[in-house]
């Protein structure tokens, strides 16, 4: 009896690590708990940064469902974007689309087909921690959504052998463990207490995860440190952002030419630009870019709107925003689809 | 695969149940697959490497064993020599040809040779010397060559002390690991304890001194003269907690399992002399070399400076084993200065009086607190301004990473490691319900206050 125990104690331990070895497996499972299961991992409960400090108190479960609208015959919109706006629209979200496609910058499906019968929108969105360069970076954009660029065959074959070596030797096992053992609802008590603990007698909180000036809102470091490419309060390069402005153009030029009627750029502005620059001296960086535009280059601009609305647009333990902000967005698209 | 990880943590939980659950004749299989598998998860490709060598000192010792007179002596050399190649060629190339550069651009010869661009393997320096221990001892007649591959191969691959030793000896290890081991609770809760304390060790006290030790380390221009010796002091901890935290997993794991590996540290810093400290701080390196250079070089029995010389050898050497750098030289040069001191006015031997013990505590926690400042550093020049840093007071705005309370709880942890450190080893473990208690206080303490940033163990990278 306690040797069958042991086996199976056994070949539980290697399935649990195994499993936990395979990419494919852990998004199955990932889809699993939270749609089946009903015991979704804490990032899709709560907020990414949440799951990664576990403040008490900083929890928003806020829903606020976007609203629909019609379909219509004219407009394909075409949208490359981040995960400010991953699953979370649809064609019946904006107002009298034909068709709406979505492609992500992390995605390996690519290459559009221009449906040359409607008039093709494209707007190219990216939250302002990875603005400008992720707009700009041309290799990305024009592999990604066209196709177009050299194919790299050593770059493939050495794909080929991390894919074979992740079989084994998975790089993230450690946080595909903490989901399946540790990522449930039932261990966020502990988590919390640990937490709590580290941040009133330490002060400390992890790394990557700050507070905001009014401490009601949890924030991405890197956006408010000074010293980081993406903060809201390094100062800014002026040589640099002419130059973006002249990539940009060229930008516009290249997906004009092969077919889209319009091209427009989106920055969505960091929790920190809204929450902390009065404290800390924001360095303009949204205005200054948008200011630049010309009649060749075009912007869906959401910062004023956002700097001066009184009610929340982020969420408080993640770094996206709410459904709130979200709609503002969705109708600044769609205000300037309809002009 | 660092042992301060969820990943070994399963790793280990699924090797220790079918460790028991299986057969004693195919346990070894399961130890020997699980510790190719713990070696590969740093670069896959390196355990060839360990395969080649492993064949070579297989092979060596059957036919040490088997000649006679001086080809049993080429038979030792050529398994020397392929241990050493491999350890000179991954972690000494770069730094000799960095030397015959200088040299040579003296008579303005430059690049005379191509740099290596390749990563160490993890824990070379372990295995190599545990290889190499066990071709010697079949040389002198005391370990018989191990007929079975697959042992010989666990034992060179044995994956708790694999990266980070104890260095073992064949004497010790190679039976055991063919002895037919019966499951106890007895070992099992040992072990577990064990293992507990060396992650209490590790992730408690150890990663937390390493903030301030690493901001003081690592932006020492920036420090005030106690804000250097703060980070000074707690790196002389830190890397006791570290290394030693590793070795308690290490020998706790191999409780588990029914094989005793050797001790290797005796709190070191409780020691009233340096002779003493290198008695009780890693036990396994410093027998290691006693047994194979310093006693076969005459030892203390050829003449006073027969003996300084056989120990300026051997510290230079254990410095060059750490790395290949000035700063480990040194810092092997002034333990062995001390210890020539120590032997030169008869200062080995402890007072009797309690205060004249703590003196000498002091004296022996300063001096090798002064040599981790060689150790720690990245060139002779970084460790220079910190000893002036800490020699010349200069109190300018300088800040720690710590607030006052969590200051405070370093304090009380190392005071907790000094109380307790014996006791823990030593703990009675057949009171089930104490165990239970003192396990899971410790697991719990792991957990609440542990810093998990997976931190390497500092000892990985010899």
Same mark, same amino acid.
């Given at each position: 009896?306690?040797?069958?125990?042991?086996?199976?104690f056994?070949?539980?331990?290697l399935?649990?690590?195994?499993?936990?070895?395979?990419?494919?497996?852990?998004?199955?499972?990932?889809?699993?708990?939270?749609?089946?299961?009903?015991?979704?991992?804490?990032?899709?409960?709560?907020?990414?940064?949440?799951?990664?400090?576990?403040?008490?108190?900083y929890?928003?479960?806020?829903?606020?469902?976007?609203?629909?609208?019609?379909?219509?015959?004219?407009?394909?919109?075409?949208?490359?974007?981040?995960?400010?706006?991953?699953?979370?629209?649809?064609?019946?979200?904006?107002?009298?689309?034909?068709?709406?496609?979505?492609?992500?910058?992390?995605?390996?499906?690519?290459?559009?087909?221009?449906?040359?019968?409607?008039?093709?929108?494209l707007i190219?969105?990216?939250?302002?921690?990875?603005?400008?360069?992720?707009?700009?970076?041309t290799?990305?954009?024009?592999?990604?959504?066209?196709?177009?660029?050299?194919?790299?065959?050593?770059?493939?074959?050495k794909?080929? !052998?991390?894919?074979?070596?992740?079989?084994?030797?998975?790089?993230?096992?450690?946080?595909?463990?903490?989901?399946?053992?540790?990522?449930?609802?039932?261990?966020?008590?502990?988590?919390?207490?640990?937490?709590?603990m580290?941040?009133?007698?330490?002060?400390?909180?992890?790394?990557?995860?700050?507070?905001?000036?009014?401490?009601n809102?949890?924030?991405?470091?890197?956006?408010?440190?000074?010293?980081?490419?993406?903060?809201?309060?390094?100062p800014?390069?002026?040589?640099?952002?002419?130059?973006?402005?002249?990539?940009?153009?060229?930008?516009? !030029?290249?997906?004009?030419?092969?077919?889209?009627?319009?091209?427009?750029?989106?920055?969505i502005?960091?929790?920190?630009?809204?929450?902390?620059?009065?404290?800390?001296?924001?360095?303009?960086?949204i205005?200054?870019?948008?200011?630049?535009?010309?009649?060749?280059?075009?912007?869906?601009?959401?910062?004023?709107?956002?700097?001066?609305?009184?009610?929340?647009?982020?969420?408080?333990?993640?770094?996206h925003?709410?459904?709130?902000?979200?709609?503002?967005?969705?109708?600044?698209?769609?205000?300037?689809?309809?002009? | 695969?660092?042992?301060?990880?969820?990943?070994?943590?399963?790793?280990?939980?699924?090797?220790?149940?079918?460790?028991?659950a299986?057969?004693?004749k195919?346990?070894?299989?399961?130890?020997?697959?699980?510790?190719?598998?713990?070696?590969?998860?740093?670069?896959?490709?390196?355990?060839?490497?360990?395969?080649?060598v492993?064949?070579i000192?297989?092979?060596?010792?059957?036919?040490?064993?088997?000649?006679?007179?001086?080809?049993?002596?080429?038979?030792?050399?050529?398994?020397?020599?392929?241990?050493?190649?491999?350890?000179?060629?991954?972690?000494?190339?770069n730094?000799?040809?960095?030397?015959?550069?200088?040299?040579?651009?003296?008579?303005?010869?430059?690049?005379?040779?191509?740099?290596?661009?390749?990563i160490?393997?993890?824990?070379?320096?372990?295995?190599?010397?545990?290889?190499?221990?066990?071709?010697?001892?079949?040389?002198?007649?005391?370990?018989?060559?191990?007929?079975h591959?697959?042992?010989?191969?666990?034992?060179?691959?044995?994956?708790?002390?694999?990266?980070?030793?104890?260095?073992?000896?064949?004497?010790?290890?190679?039976?055991?690991?063919?002895?037919?081991?019966?499951?106890?609770?007895?070992?099992?809760?040992?072990?577990?304890?064990?293992?507990?304390?060396?992650?209490?060790k590790?992730?408690?006290i150890?990663?937390?001194?390493?903030?301030?030790?690493?901001?003081?380390?690592?932006?020492?221009?920036?420090?005030?003269?106690?804000?250097?010796?703060?980070?000074?002091?707690?790196?002389?901890?830190?890397?006791?907690?570290?290394?030693?935290?590793?070795?308690?997993?290490?020998?706790?794991?191999?409780?588990?399992?029914?094989?005793d590996?050797?001790?290797?540290?005796?709190?070191?810093?409780?020691?009233?002399?340096?002779?003493?400290?290198?008695?009780?701080?890693?036990?396994?390196l410093?027998?290691?070399?006693?047994?194979?250079?310093?006693?076969?070089?005459?030892?203390?029995?050829?003449?006073?400076?027969?003996?300084?010389?056989?120990?300026?050898?051997?510290f230079?050497?254990?410095?060059?084993?750490?790395?290949?750098?000035?700063?480990?030289?040194?810092?092997?040069?002034?333990?062995?200065?001390?210890?020539?001191?120590?032997h030169?006015?008869?200062?080995?031997?402890?007072?009797?009086?309690?205060?004249?013990?703590?003196i000498?505590?002091?004296?022996v926690f300063?001096?090798?607190?002064?040599?981790?400042?060689?150790?720690?550093?990245?060139?002779?020049?970084?460790?220079?301004?910190?000893?002036?840093?800490?020699?010349?007071?200069?109190?300018?705005?300088?800040?720690?990473?710590?607030?006052?309370?969590?200051?405070?709880?370093?304090?009380?942890?190392?005071?907790?490691?000094?109380?307790?450190?014996?006791?823990?080893?030593?703990?009675?473990?057949?009171?089930?319900?104490?165990?239970?208690?003192?396990?899971?206080?410790?697991?719990?303490?792991?957990?609440?206050?542990?810093?998990?940033?997976?931190?390497q163990?500092?000892?990985?990278?010899?």
């Amino acid at each position: 009896m306690k040797r069958i125990s042991l086996y199976l104690f056994s070949v539980g331990c290697l399935a649990v690590y195994v499993l936990s070895l395979n990419t494919g497996f852990m998004e199955w499972w990932a889809d699993f708990r939270t749609y089946t299961l009903h015991t979704p991992y804490a990032k899709a409960r709560y907020g990414d940064l949440y799951s990664n400090c576990y403040l008490p108190g900083y929890t928003d479960t806020n829903y606020i469902p976007l609203k629909k609208f019609g379909t219509g015959d004219e407009v394909d919109l075409y949208i490359l974007h981040d995960s400010y706006l991953e699953g979370k629209v649809k064609k019946e979200n904006f107002k009298d689309l034909h068709d709406l496609i979505l492609l992500n910058y992390s995605t390996d499906k690519s290459v559009l087909r221009l449906d040359k019968k409607h008039k093709n929108v494209l707007i190219i969105e990216s939250a302002e921690r990875n603005a400008p360069w992720r707009m700009t970076d041309t290799v990305i954009l024009y592999k990604k959504l066209l196709g177009e660029g050299p194919k790299n065959n050593s770059f493939h074959n050495k794909n080929k !052998e991390t894919e074979w070596k992740k079989l084994f030797f998975n790089p993230n096992i450690n946080q595909n463990l903490e989901f399946s053992l540790y990522d449930y609802e039932y261990f966020i008590p502990i988590k919390e207490i640990k937490a709590a603990m580290n941040y009133h007698l330490f002060n400390r909180l992890p790394k990557d995860i700050s507070l905001s000036a009014d401490n009601n809102y949890l924030l991405l470091s890197e956006t408010v440190d000074p010293s980081s490419l993406s903060s809201s309060f390094r100062p800014l390069d002026a040589g640099y952002i002419l130059k973006t402005m002249e990539i940009m153009k060229k930008v516009c !030029e290249h997906f004009k030419k092969l077919g889209f009627k319009e091209v427009y750029f989106s920055i969505i502005p960091n929790t920190a630009t809204l929450v902390n620059s009065k404290r800390m001296g924001y360095n303009l960086k949204i205005p200054t870019i948008e200011g630049l535009s010309d009649t060749s280059v075009h912007f869906i601009s959401v910062y004023n709107e956002f700097m001066h609305c009184p009610a929340k647009i982020f969420r408080r333990d993640d770094t996206h925003w709410n459904g709130y902000g979200l709609q503002l967005w969705v109708n600044q698209v769609n205000h300037t689809i309809a002009k | 695969m660092l042992f301060n990880s969820l990943q070994f943590l399963v790793f280990f939980a699924f090797v220790i149940s079918a460790f028991y659950a299986l057969p004693h004749k195919n346990r070894w299989i399961l130890l020997l697959l699980s510790s190719c598998y713990f070696y590969m998860a740093f670069i896959p490709q390196y355990i060839l490497i360990l395969f080649a060598v492993i064949l070579i000192d297989y092979v060596c010792a059957f036919l040490i064993h088997k000649a006679t007179g001086v080809k049993r002596k080429a038979f030792l050399l050529l398994s020397l020599m392929a241990n050493l190649g491999i350890l000179v060629y991954f972690k000494y190339y770069n730094f000799f040809l960095d030397n015959l550069s200088l040299l040579l651009s003296h008579f303005n010869i430059h690049n005379p040779l191509p740099y290596l661009d390749v990563i160490l393997p993890i824990g070379l320096s372990f295995h190599t010397f545990q290889a190499m221990s066990y071709t010697i001892e079949v040389y002198r007649g005391a370990q018989k060559p191990e007929r079975h591959l697959g042992i010989y191969a666990l034992y060179v691959l044995y994956f708790p002390q694999l990266v980070a030793g104890p260095i073992e000896r064949p004497q010790n290890l190679l039976h055991q690991l063919s002895a037919k081991i019966p499951y106890s609770v007895l070992n099992l809760r040992k072990g577990l304890l064990l293992m507990a304390w060396g992650f209490f060790k590790k992730a408690v006290i150890a990663d937390r001194l390493a903030e301030i030790a690493d901001n003081s380390f690592n932006f020492w221009w920036q420090q005030s003269t106690s804000t250097m010796w703060l980070g000074v002091l707690f790196y002389s901890i830190q890397i006791y907690c570290d290394f030693s935290g590793y070795s308690d997993i290490a020998i706790g794991a191999a409780k588990t399992m029914g094989v005793d590996l050797m001790e290797n540290f005796k709190n070191p810093y409780l020691s009233t002399s340096l002779s003493e400290f290198w008695r009780r701080w890693h036990i396994s390196l410093s027998t290691w070399f006693k047994d194979y250079v310093y006693i076969p070089l005459g030892g203390s029995r050829k003449g006073a400076l027969k003996f300084c010389v056989n120990i300026l050898v051997v510290f230079l050497l254990s410095g060059l084993w750490h790395g290949a750098r000035y700063t480990f030289l040194i810092w092997a040069l002034i333990h062995a200065l001390f210890l020539l001191l120590e032997h030169f006015f008869h200062e080995q031997e402890a007072p009797s009086e309690f205060f004249g013990k703590v003196i000498r505590i002091v004296y022996v926690f300063f001096i090798s607190t002064i040599a981790w400042i060689f150790f720690r550093s990245q060139s002779l020049l970084q460790a220079k301004e910190i000893i002036y840093k800490l020699a010349i007071p200069n109190e300018g705005p300088s800040s720690i990473p710590f607030n006052a309370i969590e200051l405070t709880l370093c304090f009380i942890l190392i005071a907790v490691l000094l109380i307790f450190e014996t006791r823990v080893k030593s703990y009675n473990v057949k009171n089930r319900a104490n165990y239970l208690g003192l396990l899971w206080s410790l697991i719990f303490i792991c957990y609440l206050l542990g810093i998990y940033n997976y931190k390497q163990f500092i000892y990985f990278q010899f």
